[in-house]
């Protein structure tokens, strides 16, 4: 149920990036429930990109991260989304990034801060 919830957060989390930052886009209809739909499972591979994904690259770029006082993460969390978007035209799922810097950049960091916002709403289960 919490993976769920953590689903459906993050498909909020894109919706506020996609209507905030442009070249963030999904391009079906957005009164549709296909729209909703790409949102879920656009939220689906970012989490299971981040998952897998992420911890690698931190880990090999811990020396750089620690360099940058953590800076360097904003620059992989925009990667991460842009990962996101090749591995959604890979699918043929409507989800496109346009470009490294302003679209995944500070869509990254839109998502961060609404997950992170949402995340104080959703119980830890402890």
Known sequence: MRFIIRTIA?????????QL???????????SAKYWGVLLI????????NAIVKPIVKALGC??????LG???????????LLTSWI???????????NFYPAAFWGAIII???SWLLGLFI???D
């Open 63 to 68: 020396a750089i991260i620690v360099l940058t």
């Open 21 to 31: 930052v442009p070249g963030i886009e999904v391009s079906t209809s957005t009164d």
């Open 10 to 18: 993050a498909a909020a989390a894109l919706w506020v990036a996609i």
């Open 88 to 98: 959604s035209a890979q699918l043929d799922i409507p989800f496109h990034v346009d």
């Open 42 to 49: 656009v939220a689906l591979i970012f989490g299971i990109v």
């Open 71 to 81: 800076l360097f993460l904003l620059v992989i969390n925009a990667a991460m989304l």
């Open 112 to 114: 961060s801060v609404v």
């Open 123 to 125: 119980p830890d289960g």
